[in-house]
């Protein structure tokens, strides 16, 4: 029996879309906080439990039965080492024989401010003595796609990662590797995988992909990561999240959003999804 925390995010959707491909919808447990507000979930016929980090007990009923787990890593940046830990203990009582974890491209080198709860889950996973595979998933373009109807508005794309090289993939791709991750048998077993995108591109590559879809003038307008987060911050972001978002683009000015292994082709058995592709269905969904 497969399981997946965080089922009902956008990534745990697509990783049981995958899995219905070749998987029995009873073998999935799609492992949420709120079992409500997955209702679409359970018509398709997979089993959903509750799973909440902050209540263990919950964990140890979710998992009951599992074989492989699929870690989501949480949302709530600052507390995740301790929420993936409660979620360890409980696979690791429940008898589950894989964790597959989505960590952070390069998490044991990597100098995004993110990246450090990341190091402390894949040491927790390690330490559990469970075996494991280890998803570092680099960025997703639809990172990006988020701030097409602004930069469309205002005919500039904000970024401070200078010239630096981003190889982003769709999140349908890293869903398929997680669903490849779980249904490989012990072949990935103990395995890291650095994923990303086949093809990198800077910001101003992609304001220029814009305008040419669109039709309409859209420049890159490079800031310090300061004036990049205050944006960030005036465009509603909570400021928590838009110093992350800063962080990420300001450190992605030395690589760290770019990787050139195409372990994620690899491991999907097909070319990742170009950010052209990305742009043009952001663009048809406005």
């Given at each position: 029996?497969?399981?997946?925390?965080?089922?009902?995010?956008?990534?745990?959707?697509?990783?049981?879309?995958?899995?219905?491909?070749?998987?029995?919808?009873?073998?999935?447990?799609?492992?949420?906080?709120?079992?409500?507000?997955?209702?679409?979930?359970?018509?398709?016929?997979?089993?959903?439990?509750?799973?909440?980090?902050?209540?263990?007990?919950?964990?140890?009923?979710?998992?009951?039965?599992?074989?492989?787990?699929?870690?989501?890593?949480?949302?709530?940046?600052?507390?995740?080492?301790?929420?993936?830990?409660?979620?360890?203990?409980?696979?690791?009582?429940?008898?589950?024989?894989?964790?597959?974890?989505?960590?952070?491209?390069?998490?044991?080198?990597?100098?995004?401010?993110?990246?450090?709860?990341?190091?402390?889950?894949?040491?927790?996973?390690?330490?559990?003595?469970?075996?494991?595979?280890?998803?570092?998933?680099?960025?997703?373009?639809?990172?990006?796609?988020?701030?097409?109807?602004?930069?469309?508005?205002?005919?500039?794309?904000?970024?401070?990662?200078?010239?630096?090289?981003?190889?982003?993939?769709?999140?349908?791709?890293?869903?398929?590797?997680?669903?490849?991750?779980?249904?490989?048998?012990?072949?990935?077993?103990?395995?890291?995988?650095?994923?990303?995108?086949?093809?990198?591109?800077?910001?101003?590559?992609?304001?220029?992909?814009?305008?040419?879809?669109?039709?309409?003038?859209?420049?890159?307008?490079?800031?310090?990561?300061?004036?990049?987060?205050?944006?960030?911050?005036?465009?509603?972001?909570?400021?928590?999240?838009?110093?992350?978002?800063?962080?990420?683009?300001a450190q992605a000015a030395h690589g760290a959003l770019f990787d050139e292994g195409r372990?994620?082709?690899?491991?999907?058995?097909?070319?990742?999804?170009?950010?052209?592709?990305?742009?043009?269905?952001?663009?048809?969904?406005?």
């Open positions: 029996m497969y399981a997946i925390t965080g089922a009902s995010g956008q990534l745990g959707r697509l990783v049981i879309d995958n899995l219905l491909k070749t998987v029995s919808a009873r073998e999935i447990v799609a492992a949420v906080r709120t079992p409500d507000k997955a209702s679409d979930l359970a018509a398709t016929g997979v089993q959903v439990r509750e799973a909440d980090y902050a209540r263990p007990e919950t964990l140890a009923i979710a998992l009951h039965g599992v074989e492989k787990l699929l870690l989501i890593s949480s949302s709530e940046v600052g507390r995740r080492v301790a929420q993936h830990r409660a979620v360890v203990e409980a696979a690791k009582a429940a008898g589950v024989q894989l964790i597959a974890y989505t960590s952070v491209l390069h998490a044991d080198t990597s100098a995004l401010g993110l990246a450090e709860e990341h190091r402390q889950t894949e040491a927790l996973i390690r330490g559990a003595g469970t075996p494991f595979v280890m998803l570092r998933n680099g960025w997703y373009t639809e990172n990006y796609m988020a701030g097409l109807p602004a930069a469309l508005a205002h005919q500039a794309l904000l970024g401070a990662a200078g010239n630096g090289r981003i190889a982003s993939a769709a999140r349908a791709d890293y869903a398929a590797a997680a669903a490849t991750a779980l249904t490989s048998g012990d072949d990935l077993d103990g395995r890291t995988f650095e994923l990303a995108g086949d093809d990198a591109y800077s910001l101003a590559e992609l304001a220029a992909e814009i305008t040419r879809q669109s039709g309409r003038p859209v420049g890159y307008k490079n800031l310090p990561e300061s004036e990049y987060r205050t944006a960030l911050v005036g465009a509603g972001l909570p400021a928590g999240l838009a110093a992350l978002v800063a962080d990420s683009d372990q994620l082709s690899a491991l999907i058995g097909r070319p990742t999804t170009p950010m052209a592709a990305s742009v043009g269905e952001a663009l048809r969904s406005r």
